[in-house]
């Protein structure tokens, strides 16, 4: 008699269905694209398949209508009978319903697809012109009926799945001949009807097929394991995301923790490591088996090399497979203490203990890939055991084994503090390894759990740092890049693309060849000299804010290169790491030149709010017409608002926000008091800043002018202002795209012609950025070369410019750049950028 202690989910969320509704999605997007993008092909595929279709024989084109159509409304009936002989009326309700939801969301797009704002998708669907007469882009039945099957579930039904599928591909060809239809339209129909029923089959939940602890204990025993009792553990001890535990007890007297892997689990985890397969390389991120066998494989393999490798790990007693739908994995229970559970610190014995371990790990190469506390062990006879090596790598490479190491000694710094972990480390590894182990102490390389706990204790692993490069002296730390691509990366790529449509859309309504030949030159060479004042007012605020003397003509050098380095940097971050690195050159330390120019910013970011107020009040003052912004504009502001609302309204907000500010203020005022004791120095920097936005103000009210338009001044410098402010927050080089429409939208708002807006905007835009650019080319070498730049500012990396990423000199400090308004919030952030030089 077995006895069982069990707690059976009777509905579970399987996870394949989730993957496989974002899939699904997915399609639905690829098909939209290029249905849109490749308008003629689709037409060409289209017109053959039609074609073709129509040299079917005349009689099956009679028949098969009425057939297709009897098979589509029996083909249901049946199903909803099969499911109430299987008693199973609750699947079949939620299949009706998911069914009409289909139906309804289907009719839902049809209507909003005519609209005139999605007419170039409807059309692209349809495969027709504006003048021909409309169809539905979506059919409403058969999405619901997909949608019903779906969730139904027909796996290992199969007489039902052909015939399903052959119902609707008769039912395809023939609509397709009958031209109530496209190839496009079905295939997006029957993808939204799968996708909305996966995706509330993923909501719901399906009906559990797991096999019970009885099952489980019945199939142990016929390996030679006697189990007499088995119960459910909820806390997870030795097992994997998505797995369920359990422990059983033999005849023998001895203990197993039992590791059940359930096929309805099989994709637990897949968008977590396909997200981090993005974001890292691929020997920093694990990946995880798709298939019960694999993971049952994997994790043996990784115990049976544990206990090769001489380290103590819990022995694998049996794995056996129980039914078609699970895996288990039974190893031997062993008694003890992990690390996490420790209420007594541990000593230095016992801390020696666990890198022995982990070092006899390695000179197998074996890596373990997850020293959490959790997987430490302290056994009463004074061992240390690895639990759970299932997760890690057998041939490691080194880099493999460095990032154990790495884990490690975070994960001892978090519970022994960093001090004790960093003179373990430098004892147990030694100063030339730790020089290779130093760059990967970077969170994106530690284990989920691992970073979760930095998040709370962010002074821990600075402090490692810290600690490492002290014991490491005379040894240069070579930077390492983990990521493939990060977080910030993404966005602006997303930004870009976004505003690369934004201007596309712009130059569609323009061309920029007749925006040239259109316009008055007479005002064009004005506002090319307007634009080379700007570069005047920007070396002028930099200089005002230094102390030290600085060449006028070099600086603005200094300025015109920065417009070359813009293109490849989102708005002002590239400008400031080059100042900063020109005086650096001109022998001003680090810390003062960040410090002189993040004054710099934040003089200009104060002018900046002021004129923006001022030509507000005049511009809403006078007596023409008032600036009228676009309905979204409201819902921007108005979310922008809620948003920094909540952020000030949430402790951790506040916290954020002042952590973010209080370095700008502690750097900028003992600077910006040092200025002050020199008027003309004080007059020369807000002077600078003044003519830099007048001068950007004045060029966009002579390109207005070149089209023959006329607003005042007030307004021109109200749109400016804003567009620039909101430019600078869209994190795209030289805030391309976010630029153009905001100042589109606000020109005419202002009552400016749509045509002369757009450009005139396009005509600044020109002028102002990029025609800028080879001169600070030009600018750029020029300054290289005469060495007045501090050396290695630029860096040629996967084929593009970029800025250096990782120094020494700015070790152990935590800084960031946030731009805001229409330059950067600069706080001690800053001073790592120019530090990175060195």
């Not at 230095?348 to 197998?364: F, G, K, P, Q, Y």
């Given at each position: 008699?077995?006895?069982?202690d069990?707690?059976?989910?009777?509905?579970i969320r399987?996870p394949v269905?989730?993957l496989?509704?974002?899939?699904s999605?997915a399609?639905?997007?690829?098909l939209?694209?290029?249905?849109v993008?490749?308008?003629?092909?689709t037409n060409g595929?289209?017109?053959d398949?039609?074609?073709a279709?129509?040299r079917?024989?005349?009689?099956?084109?009679v028949?098969?209508?009425?057939?297709?159509?009897?098979?589509?409304?029996?083909?249901p009936?049946?199903?909803a009978?099969?499911?109430?002989?299987r008693?199973?009326?609750r699947?079949?309700?939620?299949?009706?319903?998911t069914?009409l939801?289909?139906?309804?969301?289907?009719?839902?797009?049809?209507?909003?697809?005519?609209?005139?704002?999605a007419?170039?998708l409807?059309y692209?669907?349809?495969?027709s012109?504006p003048?021909?007469?409309h169809?539905?882009a979506?059919?409403?039945?058969l999405?619901g009926?997909?949608?019903?099957?779906?969730m139904?579930?027909?796996?290992?039904?199969?007489?039902?799945?052909?015939?399903?599928?052959?119902?609707?591909?008769?039912?395809?060809?023939?609509?397709?001949?009958?031209?109530h239809?496209?190839?496009?339209s079905i295939?997006i129909?029957l993808?939204?009807?799968?996708?909305?029923?996966?995706?509330?089959?993923?909501?719901a939940g399906?009906?559990?097929?797991?096999?019970p602890?009885l099952a489980?204990a019945r199939a142990?025993?016929?390996a030679?394991?006697?189990?007499?009792?088995i119960?459910?553990?909820?806390?997870?001890?030795?097992?994997?995301?998505?797995s369920?535990?359990y422990?059983a007890?033999t005849?023998?007297?001895?203990?197993l923790?039992?590791v059940?892997?359930?096929r309805d689990?099989q994709a637990?985890g897949?968008?977590?490591g396909l997200y981090?397969?993005?974001r890292?390389q691929?020997?920093?991120?694990?990946?995880?088996?798709?298939?019960?066998?694999?993971?049952?494989e994997?994790?043996a393999?990784?115990?049976?090399a544990?206990q090769d490798?001489?380290?103590?790990?819990?022995?694998?007693?049996?794995?056996?497979?129980v039914?078609p739908?699970a895996?288990?994995?039974?190893?031997?229970?062993?008694?003890?203490?992990?690390?996490?559970?420790?209420?007594?610190?541990?000593?230095?014995?016992?801390?020696?203990c666990?890198?022995?371990?982990?070092?006899?790990?390695?000179?197998?190469?074996?890596?373990h890939?997850?020293l959490?506390g959790?997987h430490i062990l302290?056994?009463?006879d004074?061992?240390?055991m690895?639990?759970?090596?299932?997760?890690g790598?057998?041939a490691?490479?080194?880099?493999?084994?460095?990032?154990?190491l790495a884990?490690l000694?975070?994960?001892?710094?978090l519970?022994?503090?960093?001090?004790?972990?960093a003179?373990?480390?430098?004892?147990?590894?030694g100063g030339?390894?730790?020089g290779?182990?130093?760059?990967?102490?970077?969170?994106?390389a530690?284990?989920?759990?691992?970073?979760h706990?930095l998040?709370?204790?962010?002074?821990?692993l600075?402090?490692?740092?810290?600690?490492?490069?002290?014991?490491?002296p005379?040894?240069e730390?070579?930077?390492v890049?983990?990521?493939r691509?990060?977080?910030?990366t993404?966005v602006?790529?997303?930004?870009?693309?976004?505003a690369?449509?934004?201007?596309a859309g712009?130059?569609?309504?323009?061309?920029?060849?007749?925006?040239?030949?259109?316009?008055?030159w007479r005002?064009?060479?004005?506002?090319?000299a307007?634009?080379?004042v700007t570069y005047?007012g920007?070396?002028?605020?930099?200089s005002?804010?230094?102390?030290?003397?600085?060449?006028f003509?070099?600086t603005?050098?200094?300025q015109?290169?920065?417009s070359?380095?813009?293109?490849?940097?989102p708005?002002?971050?590239?400008g400031?790491?080059?100042?900063?690195r020109?005086l650096?050159?001109?022998?001003i330390?680090?810390?003062?030149?960040?410090?002189?120019?993040?004054?710099?910013?934040?003089?200009?970011?104060a002018?900046h709010?002021?004129?923006?107020?001022?030509?507000?009040a005049?511009a809403?003052?006078?007596?023409?017409?008032?600036i009228?912004?676009p309905?979204?504009?409201?819902?921007?502001v108005a979310?922008?608002?809620?948003l920094a609302?909540?952020?000030?309204?949430?402790?951790?907000?506040r916290h954020?926000?002042?952590?973010r500010?209080?370095?700008?203020?502690?750097q900028?005022?003992?600077?910006?008091?040092?200025?002050?004791?020199?008027p003309?120095?004080?007059?020369?920097?807000f002077?600078?800043?003044?003519?830099?936005?007048?001068?950007?103000?004045?060029?966009?009210?002579?390109?207005i002018?070149a089209?023959?338009g006329s607003?005042?001044?007030?307004?021109v410098g109200?749109v400016?202002l804003?567009g620039s402010?909101?430019g600078?927050i869209?994190?795209?080089?030289g805030?391309?795209?976010?630029?153009?429409?905001?100042?589109?939208?606000?020109?005419?708002?202002a009552?400016?012609p749509?045509?002369?807006?757009?450009?005139?905007?396009l005509?600044f835009?020109?002028?102002?950025?990029?025609?800028?650019?080879?001169l600070g080319?030009v600018?750029?070498?020029?300054?290289?070369?005469?060495?007045?730049?501090l050396p290695?500012?630029?860096?040629?990396l996967a084929g593009?410019?970029?800025?250096?990423?990782q120094c020494r000199?700015?070790?152990?400090?935590?800084s960031?750049?946030?731009?805001s308004?229409?330059?950067?919030?600069?706080a001690?952030?800053a001073a790592?950028?120019a530090?990175?030089?060195?």
């Amino acid at each position: 008699m077995i006895q069982v202690d069990d707690q059976l989910e009777r509905r579970i969320r399987k996870p394949v269905d989730a993957l496989r509704c974002v899939v699904s999605c997915a399609w639905i997007f690829v098909l939209a694209v290029a249905a849109v993008a490749a308008s003629a092909t689709t037409n060409g595929v289209e017109t053959d398949i039609v074609g073709a279709s129509r040299r079917l024989p005349h009689a099956l084109l009679v028949i098969a209508p009425a057939v297709t159509l009897f098979a589509l409304l029996v083909l249901p009936a049946g199903l909803a009978i099969s499911q109430l002989f299987r008693r199973q009326v609750r699947r079949l309700v939620e299949a009706v319903a998911t069914g009409l939801l289909a139906g309804v969301v289907a009719e839902i797009a049809n209507i909003l697809l005519r609209d005139q704002a999605a007419s170039r998708l409807y059309y692209a669907i349809i495969m027709s012109r504006p003048d021909n007469p409309h169809i539905d882009a979506l059919d409403p039945y058969l999405a619901g009926l997909v949608a019903y099957a779906t969730m139904i579930g027909l796996t290992g039904r199969t007489a039902w799945r052909n015939a399903l599928g052959l119902a609707v591909g008769v039912y395809a060809v023939v609509q397709l001949a009958a031209l109530h239809t496209t190839v496009l339209s079905i295939l997006i129909t029957l993808l939204a009807g799968r996708a909305i029923g996966l995706a509330v089959r993923y909501a719901a939940g399906s009906v559990s097929q797991r096999p019970p602890g009885l099952a489980i204990a019945r199939a142990l025993s016929g390996a030679d394991l006697s189990v007499t009792a088995i119960s459910r553990v909820q806390a997870p001890t030795a097992g994997a995301a998505g797995s369920r535990q359990y422990t059983a007890a033999t005849n023998d007297g001895s203990q197993l923790d039992v590791v059940v892997f359930d096929r309805d689990q099989q994709a637990a985890g897949t968008f977590y490591g396909l997200y981090r397969w993005v974001r890292v390389q691929g020997q920093v991120a694990r990946g995880t088996p798709l298939s019960v066998d694999r993971a049952l494989e994997r994790r043996a393999l990784l115990s049976y090399a544990t206990q090769d490798a001489g380290v103590p790990t819990p022995r694998l007693r049996s794995v056996v497979r129980v039914g078609p739908d699970a895996g288990v994995l039974a190893y031997q229970h062993c008694a003890g203490t992990t690390l996490t559970q420790r209420d007594t610190e541990c000593t230095d014995e016992e801390l020696d203990c666990v890198w022995d371990t982990v070092t006899r790990l390695h000179e197998r190469h074996v890596a373990h890939r997850g020293l959490t506390g959790e997987h430490i062990l302290f056994t009463p006879d004074g061992q240390v055991m690895l639990l759970d090596p299932g997760d890690g790598d057998v041939a490691a490479s080194d880099l493999q084994r460095r990032l154990d190491l790495a884990q490690l000694i975070v994960e001892l710094a978090l519970h022994v503090g960093p001090e004790r972990s960093a003179l373990l480390a430098v004892k147990k590894v030694g100063g030339k390894e730790l020089g290779n182990v130093l760059p990967l102490l970077q969170p994106v390389a530690l284990v989920r759990s691992t970073r979760h706990a930095l998040r709370h204790r962010r002074d821990v692993l600075p402090a490692v740092r810290k600690e490492l490069l002290a014991a490491v002296p005379g040894e240069e730390v070579t930077a390492v890049r983990l990521e493939r691509i990060r977080a910030r990366t993404l966005v602006t790529l997303v930004a870009t693309v976004a505003a690369v449509y934004l201007l596309a859309g712009e130059l569609a309504q323009a061309s920029l060849g007749k925006v040239l030949g259109s316009a008055d030159w007479r005002w064009g060479i004005a506002a090319l000299a307007l634009s080379a004042v700007t570069y005047a007012g920007a070396a002028l605020s930099v200089s005002g804010f230094v102390a030290e003397p600085l060449g006028f003509v070099r600086t603005v050098l200094v300025q015109v290169a920065s417009s070359f380095v813009t293109l490849v940097t989102p708005a002002a971050v590239g400008g400031v790491a080059l100042n900063v690195r020109y005086l650096q050159r001109r022998k001003i330390p680090a810390p003062v030149a960040a410090a002189s120019i993040a004054v710099s910013q934040v003089a200009a970011l104060a002018l900046h709010i002021l004129l923006l107020t001022i030509c507000g009040a005049i511009a809403g003052s006078g007596s023409g017409s008032p600036i009228k912004p676009p309905t979204w504009a409201y819902f921007v502001v108005a979310g922008l608002l809620v948003l920094a609302g909540a952020v000030l309204a949430i402790p951790a907000g506040r916290h954020l926000v002042r952590a973010r500010l209080a370095p700008t203020f502690a750097q900028v005022v003992p600077r910006l008091l040092e200025v002050a004791q020199h008027p003309r120095k004080l007059a020369e920097g807000f002077g600078g800043a003044l003519l830099l936005s007048v001068s950007y103000i004045a060029c966009l009210s002579t390109c207005i002018a070149a089209f023959g338009g006329s607003v005042p001044i007030a307004k021109v410098g109200f749109v400016y202002l804003t567009g620039s402010a909101l430019g600078s927050i869209i994190p795209t080089p030289g805030g391309l795209g976010a630029v153009e429409a905001a100042l589109t939208a606000g020109l005419t708002a202002a009552g400016v012609p749509g045509a002369v807006a757009v450009s005139a905007v396009l005509l600044f835009r020109l002028i102002t950025f990029w025609l800028p650019v080879p001169l600070g080319y030009v600018s750029l070498n020029y300054l290289e070369r005469r060495h007045a730049l501090l050396p290695g500012f630029r860096c040629r990396l996967a084929g593009r410019w970029t800025l250096p990423s990782q120094c020494r000199a700015a070790r152990g400090v935590r800084s960031r750049m946030t731009l805001s308004g229409a330059n950067c919030w600069l706080a001690q952030r800053a001073a790592i950028s120019a530090c990175r030089a060195r």
